[in-house]
């Protein structure tokens, strides 16, 4: 099994429906639906998603519209547009984000 | 060309769709419309949805109907089931393939979900037809309007 597996949704492509797995997955295009996946999931700067997520690792840089659920960490960077409801241990929003919506810190 | 890529270890269930090239080498279920661009799956990659695409290159599993625009080429290690619709198919010796072919003329066009015809056309018709990077930019700028109350808010504090 490759170290550093990493599924990747370009711009240009739309996926509608679930992403599920044991694999980091970034998204660079445009998702709606639900991701449920083991490892980190990155929504970049460029890309879209309208989801709930539920991940270990979640980094946003980009639009995100849904619930995220992290058992390790959810952070908002400077570039992300993000409506959402937050769960994790740890949390962090970057100077420059913009966020609206609940935060829940608390273990899984 | 760059490609979206599904991974080992992947699932995706529902439609997958856009302009780039798509590379699956984890899991697919559902269906997946390209409009100009090709599908490679690959040796450790399995999908079983209905396909429409430019090319569409199998070494993986691959169950489900498939209507191409130019190649479908399955592998030695391609094993398929299903309907294959192209002008030009190639199935390469020790591949697995089951079902039935129909080869159509070169340079057919797809059913008319195709391409809008540029014509003046009124904004609302436009909006309807958006291509992907359209919608994407569409959601970007809902969700971008949801928080711009933020930079009033701390304009007044």
Known sequence: MDENNEAIIIGGTVIEGKVSGDANVRIEGT?????????????AAKGCT????????VVIEGHHRGDVQASDMIQI?????????????????????????NIEMSGE | MAASVIVSGVKVEGKISGDADVKIDGEVY?????????????????????IKALNVFIAGE?????????LIQISPS?????????PYLAIEKGAMFSGKIEMSEAGATPEPEAVPVPVAVPAAAVAAELDQED???LLAEEIQEETQDLDDLSKEA
Do not use: H, M, W
């Open chain 1, 31 to 43: 998702l709606r639906g639900s991701v449920d996946i083991k490892q980190t999931l990155v929504v």
């Open chain 1, 50 to 57: 309208e989801a709930d997520i539920k991940a270990s690792v």
């Open chain 1, 77 to 101: 960077t400077p570039s992300a547009k993000a409506v959402a409801n937050l769960k994790a241990p740890a949390i962090a929003i970057e100077k420059g984000a913009k966020f609206c919506g």
């Open chain 2, 30 to 50: 559902g269906e997946i419309i390209l409009a100009n661009s090709s599908i490679f799956i690959t040796q450790q990659g399995k999908a079983e949805a209905d």
């Open chain 2, 62 to 70: 691959y169950k489900g109907n498939i209507v191409a625009q130019e």
């Open chain 2, 78 to 86: 391609g094993r398929v089931q299903g309907e294959l619709k192209a």
């Open chain 2, 135 to 137: 919608e994407q930019d």
